[in-house]
């Protein structure tokens, strides 16, 4: 399996700028590798939270939204499996997430990172969340663990990816 590492330019709250970095890496890798992984919160920008919920409600994204909708169907046209954070909007709650889409535009995994670190604790209340537990997941016979940054200052977290 050929997996690229993509470092590439995103702008703080720009979601149509970061999709294009997305799909156009995408259409350039198509055939070369088979899967694409970007950073964290890659698609609205690492530092696009406001921390105010009113706000950033309307910068986090559902799993479901035109932007990932776009994502899934050029993975799919091209062949090519995609990884990337985002910050995710379920209901009323908003999580550091990081989707895995196959080379068939289905989402194989939605990891919500489960340390607290990816958010300024302190002013946040009970809309700004963690996921529950690491998991792991296989795609074309290879076995993957999603951690996120500070999800690995935590030994139990080491210990329950060593697990997986």
Not at 9 to 36: P, T
Not at 118 to 134: A, N, R, V
């Amino acid at each position: 399996m050929k997996i690229a590492l993509m470092s590439k330019e995103f702008i703080n709250n720009d979601i149509d700028f970061n999709c294009e970095q997305i799909i156009s890496s995408i259409k350039m890798l198509a055939g070369k590798a088979d899967l694409i992984c970007f950073g964290e919160a890659f698609l609205q920008g690492f530092d696009s939270l406001s921390w105010k919920y009113k706000i950033d409600a309307n910068i986090a994204l559902a799993i479901d939204s035109k932007p990932i909708k776009r994502i899934r169907k050029i993975a799919n046209e091209h062949k090519i499996a995609v990884a990337f954070g985002y910050l995710e909007k379920d209901i009323d709650k908003i999580y550091c997430s990081y989707i895995f889409i196959g080379n068939d535009g289905e989402i194989v995994n939605n990891y919500r990172r489960v340390s607290k670190g990816w958010k300024e604790y302190s002013i946040t209340d009970e809309h700004y969340c963690e996921g529950k537990m690491l998991n792991g997941f296989n795609y074309l016979d290879k076995k993957f663990v999603v951690a996120l940054c500070g999800d690995l200052w935590y030994e139990e977290n080491i210990l329950a990816i060593n697990n997986i």
